[in-house]
């Protein structure tokens, strides 16, 4: 139960990611891509498992016209965020407060090399997009990330 548990949290924090990537804002609503999965496609974009490393990579460099070298560099990082990811999924010593902690801090890291390794207008557009990915967790989890509290949902 705890395995899937923290599968299901990991690949929502992907998913979150990769999300504003799948949906950019300048095209429209029922616009896909042709590097989408037929089961994407069928499943609205979205993934049943955390994002290929190689598929982020294309993204970003779509949405920040990342040079070749900086699309080298990210997906180094990426690749690197992914096998620490995977080892924590295999480590059964780890709490389930501990491992998400573990995974927080992972992803902030990435996130971090990621930012540094950009100009000042594709950190804009990067800050733009974190920005818009934690309200999401923030509507779909009920609470800041990170906070460990629960706000009541959204009223509709």
Request: charged share 25%.
């Amino acid at each position: 139960m705890l395995k899937q548990f923290m599968l299901v949290l990991v690949a929502s924090g992907l998913v979150a990611t990769a999300a504003p990537f799948a949906s950019a804002q300048n095209s429209p609503p029922s616009t896909q891509t042709n590097d989408q999965s037929p089961s994407a496609q069928e499943d609205g974009g979205r993934h049943h498992g955390p994002p290929d490393p190689a598929e982020r990579t294309r993204e970003l460099t779509k949405h920040l016209k990342l040079t070749s070298d900086q699309q080298t560099k990210v997906r180094e990082a990426l690749d690197s965020e992914h096998s620490q990811m995977e080892s924590l999924h295999q480590d059964t010593s780890l709490s389930q407060q501990d491992r998400r902690s573990k995974m927080m801090e992972i992803r902030k890291n990435t996130d971090d090399q990621i930012r540094g390794l950009l100009d000042s207008n594709q950190q804009q557009k990067w800050d733009k997009m974190q920005a818009n990915r934690e309200q999401r967790m923030q509507n779909h989890h009920g609470g800041s990330p990170g906070s460990g509290q629960q706000n009541p949902p959204p009223q509709q």
